[in-house]
């Protein structure tokens, strides 16, 4: 980026804000390639484009905006090939990987994962669908072997990917005043899974109500209310989107688990889990949408059917004082 603008901070600062402006779309084409409902996809798109946490990481220099775009870059060209096999598509989802894995090695594989469970997992029934999905996948990955993508995955994966080093990164976050599971030990496979449950809890939900008399805190209130009152719609959304439209919502699925139990198992640190939350926030918010939107649909149905019932009792009422008036008049 500095070879291109030279060392201007601000300058970066904009071209990340920009990037961040252009999830917004991003999500409602993804959102709409899902489900296929206008008022879900814009539900989404107005979610994310106002919800506080996402204006904050992605208007500043850092990561976690940038890897945001790439997700659902990624998770919109992986739909966009699921329907039709293009270059300039599979060109896109190769350079939004890089991206990803530049950024952060660990959702690479993440990705590639939800990926490759949206291709084969996710893909029709029919053998000449199996093919196409086959071919795309190896496209890709002869794309990936020709930017060395692959190569430096696993260099970073067997250097960094082991529980003792986990360990020592999660218990160093864990001391800071705002740390949690201080106690966990996460450098065995039995620590590591008892582990989880504790730390999918505090990167769900955290920060609690009960820790905003810390004043480091009070800026998180906004978010974690929207948050909090949104998760009734979510798990509505989930129901919905895995009985009626899991094969297209396979993907978001797979990598939204994935990277909140990777982030359950090495974070140790609140403020790290309120930033890089919005990672997996960002999907989640579409099964919102959906929730959101179901919800609206019943009300909606209820009133035109309880308004039919009015109409038909009304039209009783009147072919009844009808009937009546002739009687007397005969």
Known sequence: MYAVIGPDLLAAQFICAVL???TVPLVYVCVKKIFNNNRVSLTAALIIAFYPAFIIWTSQLLKDGLIVFCLVLSMTMILILREKFSFPAAAVLVASLTGILSLRFY?????????????????????????????????????LTYVGATGNANADFSEYANLERLQRSRAGAARADSGFGQDLDVSTTKGALSAIPIGFVF??????????FNTTYLITIPDMLIWWASIPFLIIGLNFSIRKNLRRSLGILIFSIMLALAYSLFQGNIG??????????????????????VVQENREN???????????FNDKLKKNARQKEIGEQV
């Open 20 to 22: 961040g402006a252009a």
């Open 107 to 143: 959702i690479f594989y993440m990705i590639s994962t939800a990926m490759v469970g949206a291709f084969l997992v996710g893909t029709g029934k029919t053998n000449q669908s199996i093919v196409r999905n086959l071919i795309i996948l190896m496209v890709l990955g002869l794309g």
């Open 203 to 212: 990167v769900m939900f955290a920060p609690f109500p009960w820790q905003f």
């Open 272 to 293: 790290t889990v309120y930033r890089q939350r919005i990672q997996i926030q960002v999907f989640l918010f579409m099964f919102v949408a959906v929730g959101w939107t």
């Open 302 to 312: 209820k009133k035109l059917a309880r308004d039919a019932e009015i109409k038909r």
